[in-house]
């Protein structure tokens, strides 16, 4: 059995810089061909001169006869100002700014602390309209793990969509009922990436046969009924769900720690997993508009034109890949078969 794809695009990414990025980014650009990069780095991409700068490392780094668009954000933070806004908006490769409440996630330490200090460059991106992507969390320690996205609803979105109701809001990474019934009943400007390790897994993950670090990302993996609510929504035909991986890589000896970092590395496979996931449902036919149209359609950006192949071909996937400094990178599902195979 084999389905073929228009070329999708990733709307939510982490690339990293140097040795990492030219490690990672062979894995996301032979399946897709564009995808929003993610803007925390230290420092962080905050002006446009950095994003520039960020996306001609990108580009260098592309091995050859690999195609490969990457579309760049900026990292909102206090200071962020209205020239700031207005510079990237008349940019061509800036589409997007990237909201990481202080502490939330990693490398978010320069996130904001207060939005109320941004409504400055908040009203100037609402009047040209450039998206908001939301990390959408609350980060006060007294709230549980489990209900903070929930609470990141109730204290900031619903007052945020508010006070700038035609603002473009991408709701990033969400791992909720809340989150998705939420989106639901927004309107036409707010959208929801949903990555593969929400569709795939519930938190029981984190704990099979001890502590598992590499299924650890944040926001944290939810409930099964919050699992099945989101793989309700990918697979709904909603134009306002999309494909945004969170692809986030970490070097073995920095998950595998006392105190390790938050993230699911799954660019190796992506357009794999999102298939395993939408055929649990049987929803195999509905794969192509959320991986390719609908993230496109959200953004203003045109449809891809090529095609890509996935086959039902169980194959197993690598334990580990060579990474920084003689570290490696321990994919999700590392040394586990999977039920599908991308062609070349």
């Given at each position: 059995m ?8 990733d709307?939510?990414l982490?690339?990293r810089d140097g040795?990492a ?6 894995h996301?650009a032979r399946q897709?061909a564009r ?5 925390n780095?230290?420092?962080?991409v905050s002006t446009v001169?950095?994003a520039g700068?960020y996306?001609q490392?990108?580009?260098?780094a592309?091995?050859p006869a690999m195609?490969f668009e990457p579309l760049?954000?900026l ?5 962020t100002s ?8 008349d940019?061509?490769?800036?589409h997007?700014?990237k909201?990481y409440?202080?502490?939330a996630?990693t490398?978010?330490d ?14 100037e991106?609402?009047r040209c ?8 969390e609350?980060t006060?320690?007294?709230i549980d793990?489990f209900?903070r ?5 109730d204290?900031?979105l619903?007052?945020?969509?508010r006070?700038?109701p ?6 990033e990474?969400?791992?909720?009922s809340d989150a998705?019934?939420?989106?639901v009943?927004?309107?036409p400007?707010?959208?929801a990436t949903i990555?593969a390790h929400h ?19 944040l926001p944290?993996l939810?409930?099964e009924?919050h ?13 306002r769900f999309?494909?945004?991986?969170d692809s ?11 105190c390790g970092?938050?993230?699911?590395y799954t660019?190796h496979?992506?357009l794999?997993?999102?298939a395993e996931?939408?055929?649990s449902?049987?929803a195999?036919?509905?794969l192509e508009?959320f991986?390719s149209?609908?993230?496109?359609d959200f953004y203003?950006?045109?449809?891809n034109s090529g095609?890509?192949?996935?086959a039902r ?7 580990e890949?060579?990474?920084?400094g ?11 078969l999977?039920?599908w195979?991308?062609?070349d």
């Open positions: 084999q389905i073929s794809l228009t070329r999708p695009d709307w939510h982490h690339l040795a990025l030219a490690t990672v980014l062979p996301t897709f995808a929003i990069v993610m803007p780095l230290r420092p962080p001169a950095a700068e996306r490392r990108i580009i260098a592309l091995p195609a760049m954000t990292y909102l933070t206090d200071r209205v020239d700031d806004i207005r510079r990237a908006a940019s061509d490769f800036v997007a700014v909201l409440p202080a502490g996630t490398n978010s320069a996130g904001v602390s207060n939005l109320r200090q941004c409504d400055r460059a908040l009203a991106m609402q309209g450039l998206p908001l992507l939301v990390h959408g609350v006060d320690p007294t793990v209900d996205e929930k609470a990141f609803i204290a900031v619903q007052p945020l969509l006070r700038y035609a603002l473009k809001v991408v709701f990474h969400i791992t909720t998705a019934d939420f989106v009943a927004g309107g400007l707010l959208g990555t569709l795939l897994y519930n938190r029981n993950a984190i704990f099979a046969g001890g502590i598992r670090p590499h299924h650890y990302c944290v939810k409930r009924s699992r099945q609510a989101l793989l309700r929504a990918a697979t709904s035909g909603s134009r999309f494909l945004g991986t986030a890589p970490h070097a073995r000896t920095t998950k595998e720690v006392a970092c938050a993230g699911c660019a496979a992506a794999e997993l999102y996931a939408f055929e449902v049987g195999l036919d509905r508009a991986a149209f609908n993230g496109a203003g950006l045109p449809r095609k890509v192949s996935l071909d169980d194959w197993r996937t690598p334990t890949f060579a990474y920084l003689g570290d490696t990178l321990v994919p999700l599902r590392a040394g586990e999977l039920r195979r991308m062609l």
